[in-house]
C-alpha cells in the first residue's frame, strides 16, 4: 500500500462470475474518479480462498469491504449504484 492509499477496500468475488466481474469493473472505475491514488483494492476470489471468507462472514458474493479508513463497511453488489456506494463508504460524489 502506498503512503497516499487512505482507502483499502477487499472485494469478495466468485471467479470470473458476470456479477462479479461488473463490481470489480465498477470499483475500479469508482476509484479512478473518486479516490485517485489514494485506493488500494484486494481481490479475493472466495473459490480459491474460502477460509478467508468465511472468516468475513462472506454469505453472497460480490461483496465489497471498506477495511480503512474506519468505520469499516459492506456492500453487497455489482457496485452499480454509483450514488448509493459513494453514500454508503461515507464519499461525496461532488469532491473527487
Known amino acids: 500500500m502506498t503512503s497516499r492509499a487512505a482507502f483499502k477496500f477487499q472485494l469478495y468475488v466468485a471467479a470470473d462470475s458476470q456479477n462479479s466481474t461488473q463490481a470489480t469493473a465498477n470499483l475500479q472505475a469508482l476509484c479512478r474518479q473518486y479516490l485517485p491514488g489514494r485506493h488500494e483494492i484486494e481481490i479475493v476470489d ?3 480462498q474460502p477460509q478467508r471468507a468465511l472468516a468475513e462472514d462472506i454469505r453472497m458474493t460480490p461483496t465489497l469491504l471498506k477495511v ?14 454509483t450514488q448509493r456506494v459513494l453514500d454508503t463508504l461515507g464519499l461525496t460524489a461532488g469532491t473527487p
Open 46 to 48: 472466495v473459490f480459491l
Open 68 to 81: 480503512s479508513p474506519r468505520p469499516s463497511r459492506r456492500i453487497i453488489g455489482t457496485l452499480s449504484q
